[in-house]
């Protein structure tokens, strides 16, 4: 229920109409601020409508993240560009979920939601401390087919 939770909230979020490749430092702040709630003490239901708000953000996230790939790739280089970009995202959800896993296996369900919290915190820096590169893949255009 919680992860159905979390995908229906991450439709909802694809819904959002269109959104700037600068505005991908907002969304990744953004899905922290969605985290966070999780980590309060409530009930099932009350959980389960905040995992539809931690969703919110990811498909405008990963949307606007595969655009901005493909606006700082050089030319004819795209797929290989955002075939890099889809490696580097399983991989952080792989380690994320050991992650989490060991922090469910030795502490509780809160702590695996700690444990997505701070990567999403590490994405959030990486992103703020790269403004200047996502600025300006933002402002070059799409490459054209």
Known sequence: MLLGGF????LLGSLTPHLSPSSFGLLS???CAALAPLLLPVG???LAALFVLAGTP???LNAIAYELTDRAAPAGTGTEARMWTG??????TALGSALAGAAVDGASARAAVAVALGGAAVAAVITLLSRRAVTVAAAAPLPTA
């Open 7 to 10: 995908a229906a909230g991450s």
């Open 29 to 31: 702040a953004a899905m």
């Open 44 to 46: 099932l239901w009350w």
């Open 58 to 60: 990811l498909a405008p």
């Open 87 to 92: 490696t580097a995202t399983a991989a952080g």
